[in-house]
């Protein structure tokens, strides 16, 4: 690029704009994090210094993990986050490949049809999901949650999955066809191999909202069997009003998963978005 | 599902192999359920028997004061809610992916990672660190308003009718910031370097070349992000239920349609949940929804379309 957009004042007004936005943004979270580490007296006495010896305590940690069922509710998340996301990526993949691949009739209606719930939210339905849940015995469980978020994270999915595995060669894909390779193998052996990095965007699109939901667990799995995390820390700080110690260790818990496996995957979700996976 | 294109292969049973799981998944939980709530709207449940009452529950809901106030009183809410988000958010946004996208701009990745991070964390965190930091109880918000000399300022927000709605407003803008950013940053460095280069041989540089040369060329992308901020803000619930309860209190001055949807289906306090009116809500919701995603396609994108590469 060119060296006349640059200059000194700019750049630091870039720079100080920036500092200023990223400290409003990490602001609440370091002060959570920092202040689950101190006494109840530290968390009122100075919020805003970290822990010093004087202060370092970990009784809202203990206290954590002695009342709640946390591993157990986040156990549950983890399945239904995991599972759900397996079988959108799976499903989604197959759709997206049958949508892009092949000229069928009705293919750009099944396109269209698909990406309806892009736009139209699945917690609109909630009324007959429930009712369906409830008719086929499913309330309560983890298969109800897991089928619900398979729906609501397949229609985008498809739709970004298409975009790519369009740009995936004709070449090598007759090529395979020409050493007789079967259609599905083709799809499982050539095609998804090649689009591991955009079916990554993907997961972690999918991934963020189903392990942040609090709609649908509320609604269709609240038993204390079937939990989810995010509920549970709903339900758990909504109990311990006045323990600050407990809700700030509860705070710090639900969010450093989150935050370790964003820092793990941000140059992938990034590169996702920015790559005009999104358009 | 015939083949016609490629004449050697009658059926091509693959095509529905792979169709068929997403399509089975998506059209059981998803479509039906939709159009199973739409229709849900127009029956009653009468002495345990679901009867067809056409438009009874929506003249209910408009007509009875129990359900019309509290109707209304959320979607006054729910557009206040919107506005803000249009105003702040979106601006703060594409001025963000602005600055981001200047050349040789040091530390940007770090910057986009950490301004992003709110977005990933779920609700419950956000609402109950922000009513933390609120909380006249831990003084953090007054603390740090003193050290600036606006503590006179401080009240209570949350708790007070006429400031919750814009706090929460303001609270669900800082988590959803990044949205906008990321895309708007996308979109702008998707621009070609000719159009830069020629911009800046003409001499429109810095500002100017950012409102005349960059802003038109990035509308397409602001059009999806009010869309996509319209759909989200119309079917947010999370924020509200956490920080403020299902009653979205103080006085309802919070209450927005997606709780006032949860309250009408599961019921609260002395009211029973009532699963038609629920779905009648659901319907004006999707309505509402369905409107704007109609004004956004066939009068915004059509008319943006010409800018697009």
Redesign the interface.
């Known amino acids: 690029m060119s060296t006349a957009t640059r200059s000194l004042p700019r750049t630091v007004g870039a720079h100080a704009i920036l500092l200023t936005y990223t400290a409003i943004a990490l602001f609440p979270v370091i002060l959570v994090i920092m202040n689950s580490f101190k006494s109840r007296a530290g968390i009122f006495g100075a919020p805003l210094t970290p822990p010093t010896p004087k202060t370092f305590d970990l009784i809202g940690y203990t206290t954590v993990i002695g009342q709640g069922d946390f591993i157990h509710y986040f156990q549950n998340s983890l399945v239904v986050t995991v599972a759900s996301l397996f079988f959108v990526l799976l499903f989604g993949a197959m759709a997206a490949f049958a949508l892009s691949e092949y000229r069928f009739r009705g293919n750009s209606l099944m396109g269209l049809y698909l990406a309806l719930g892009i736009m139209i939210p699945i917690r609109l339905g909630t009324v007959a999901i429930l009712q369906l849940m409830v008719a086929s015995g499913l309330v309560n469980t983890l298969t109800a949650l897991i089928l619900v978020y398979t729906a609501q994270g397949l229609p985008l999915a498809v739709f970004i999955l298409s975009e790519f595995m369009k740009q995936v060669s004709d070449d090598l894909k007759n090529a395979g066809r020409i050493d007789g390779l079967s259609e599905y193998t083709i799809f499982f052996r050539l095609v998804l191999p090649l689009v591991r990095p955009s079916m990554a965007t993907v997961a972690v699109f999918t991934m963020i909202p189903i392990w942040n939901d609090l709609w649908f667990p509320l609604i269709l799995a609240p038993s204390e069997e079937t939990k989810t995390v995010t509920l549970g820390a709903q339900l758990f700080l909504g109990q311990f009003v006045t323990n600050w110690n407990a809700i700030l260790a509860a705070l710090s818990l639900a969010i450093m998963p989150v935050l370790i496996l964003y820092v793990i995957f941000s140059r992938q979700l990034i590169r996702g978005i920015t790559s005009g996976a999104v358009k | 599902?015939?083949?016609?294109?490629r004449p050697k292969r009658p059926t091509?049973w693959?095509?529905g192999?792979?169709?068929a799981?997403?399509?089975l998944?998506?059209t059981?939980?998803?479509?039906?359920?939709?159009?199973?709530?739409l229709q849900?709207s127009l029956f009653r449940n009468i002495e345990q028997h679901q009867i067809f009452v056409g438009l009874e529950n929506f003249r209910t809901l408009f007509g009875d004061p129990n359900w019309s106030v509290g109707f209304w009183n959320a979607l006054r809410n729910n557009t206040w809610f919107f506005i803000i988000h249009m105003l702040v958010q979106n601006p703060?946004g594409v001025?963000?992916a602005a600055?981001?996208s200047?050349?040789?701009?040091?530390?940007a990745?770090?910057?986009?990672?950490?301004?992003?991070?709110?977005?990933?964390?779920?609700?419950?965190?956000?609402g109950?660190?922000?009513k933390?930091?609120l909380s006249p109880l831990?003084?953090?918000a007054p603390?740090?308003m003193d050290l600036v000399g606006l503590k006179s300022l401080f009240t209570p927000w949350l708790g007070k009718e006429q400031y919750a709605l814009t706090a929460l407003s303001l609270i669900s803008v800082?988590q959803f910031?990044?949205i906008p950013m990321?895309?708007i940053?996308?979109a702008l460095?998707?621009i070609p370097?000719e159009v830069?280069?020629a911009a800046?041989c003409d001499g429109i540089?810095?500002l100017s070349?950012f409102w005349k040369i960059k802003l038109p060329l990035i509308l397409p992308s602001i059009g999806?992000i009010s869309?996509l901020t319209f759909?989200g803000n119309f079917?947010a619930?999370?924020l509200i239920?956490?920080a403020q309860g299902a009653l979205a209190g103080p006085n309802y001055s919070t209450d927005i349609l997606?709780t006032f949807?949860y309250r009408a289906?599961?019921g609260f306090q002395l009211q029973v949940g009532d699963?038609n009116m629920?779905?009648a809500i659901?319907t004006m919701?999707?309505l509402i929804?369905?409107g704007g995603?109609c004004v956004y396609l066939f009068l915004v994108q059509t008319r943006l379309r010409r800018y697009q590469f």
């Open positions: 599902m015939a083949a016609e294109t091509r693959h095509i192999v792979f169709l799981p997403a399509l998944v998506y059981a939980i998803m479509i039906l359920p939709l159009a199973g709530t849900l703060i001025m963000l600055l981001l200047s050349p040789r701009l040091r530390f990745a770090f910057y986009r990672t950490a301004i992003f991070v709110p977005t990933i964390l779920s609700f419950v965190i956000v109950f660190a922000w933390l930091i831990w003084g953090v603390h740090m800082w910031v990044g990321m895309l940053y996308a460095l998707s370097e830069i280069e800046e540089t810095g070349q999806i869309i759909v079917n619930f999370d239920y956490t997606g949807l289906f599961f699963p629920g779905a659901a919701m999707f929804i369905l995603v």
